[in-house]
């Protein structure tokens, strides 16, 4: 059992991949795997597509800016067609599980009709959408800030990517998920500003910039809303799903140490070791805080999130280049 994200970087590698998979999940990387995996001659078994069938007010809404980008949203389209047509498809389920005993053995799932469904597969792919990695930015000790729309943290940023550290940029999905051809436009944005630094940048120059990026994330909401993943997703029902890979807790150890009184991701730690792995919480911050926030039923955004230490450490590209050996840059 694997992320979609595994699955690609296998693909991308060295063109290796697992035939008769699962996937299971929804949201524009998951599609453009899976259309990579098809074109690239593995077998799948099926797609469960867990995304909702029929789109609500609120995603008409979105959509219209999305139309921006409709190259984008053609490109999905082309993306599921394909899908259909090459494999099984199942759309609009929900309740997945994995069963197996020392391995992945079957997936099982509630169709749209409220049938029980149960496929046989020893490969597993999982996604269920991309939030930024944002323990080196919390590390540095830069300025978050909830998102709801994403369910997740992003280090507060100007239009150029700078932080609330002078000095400190942050650009591409470090500072937010928004796509490839936003994450580049970041980088350029952000090194163009460093360079120029010293100068103040102009008025036009920051409206000029403004509307480049919203050209190139208005799509973002549409798709945020529209993929958002449902609450089964970030929270387990099982009490036997383990919750904290690096410390091998399960729901019922972390709910259990919650209902001692615990108000936040930092308190747990001294109660059960959660979120004191190797990860720092990379992998279960998120379900923790939403853990303690449906407990204490407050906004995820009171509850915060862990506060990160090293191994991770800050360096300047002074202190960087003064570990250069001269020796090696003459040749």
């Not at 524009?28 to 099926?46: M, S």
């Not at 407990?295 to 009171?302: A, G, I, R, S, T």
Request: proline share 5%; net charge positive.
């Amino acid at each position: 059992v694997m992320s979609v994200g595994g699955a690609q970087t296998l693909l991308k590698s060295n063109n290796s991949g697992a035939d008769g998979a699962v996937f299971a999940g929804s949201g524009p990387l998951f599609y453009l795997t899976i259309w990579q995996y098809l074109n690239a001659g593995f077998k799948i078994v099926a797609v469960i597509d867990t995304a909702p069938g029929r789109l609500s007010w609120s995603h008409y809404l979105w959509a219209l800016p999305a139309l921006l980008q409709l190259n984008l949203l053609l490109k999905g389209l082309r993306w599921k067609s394909h899908i259909r047509k090459n494999t099984k498809y199942f759309s609009e389920v929900s309740t997945v599980s994995i069963s197996g005993q020392s391995a992945a053995e079957s997936v099982s799932f509630m169709d749209k009709y409220g049938e029980k469904k149960k496929l046989y597969a020893s490969h597993v792919f999982l996604h269920q959408g991309v939030v930024p990695n944002v323990n080196l930015t919390m590390a540095t000790g830069l300025k978050h800030y909830w998102c709801p729309r994403q369910i997740c943290w992003h280090p507060k940023t100007n239009i150029y990517g700078e932080s609330s550290l002078e000095g400190i940029f942050v650009a591409g999905d470090g500072s937010g998920i928004a796509g490839a051809s936003a994450a580049i436009l970041a980088g350029k944005t952000a090194a163009k500003n460093i360079v120029q630094y010293s100068r103040r940048p102009s008025i036009f120059i920051t409206l000029l910039s403004k509307l480049k990026r919203y050209k190139h994330v208005a799509a973002r909401p549409f798709l945020d809303n529209l993929f958002r993943p449902p609450k089964e997703w970030r929270v387990p029902f099982e009490d036997e799903t383990i919750v904290c890979r690096c410390e091998a807790l399960k729901k019922a150890d972390i709910s259990s140490a919650i209902s001692l009184g615990v108000t936040g991701p930092n308190q747990l730690k001294s109660f059960c070791r959660a979120g004191m792995g190797r990860c720092q919480g990379r992998m279960c911050g998120l379900t923790i805080q939403q853990m303690i926030a449906d407990n204490n039923n407050l906004p995820e955004k009171d509850i915060g999130y862990f506060r990160l230490r090293p191994p991770i450490r800050p360096l300047t590209v002074g202190e960087l280049a003064s570990l250069a050996d001269d020796n090696v840059l003459a040749k």
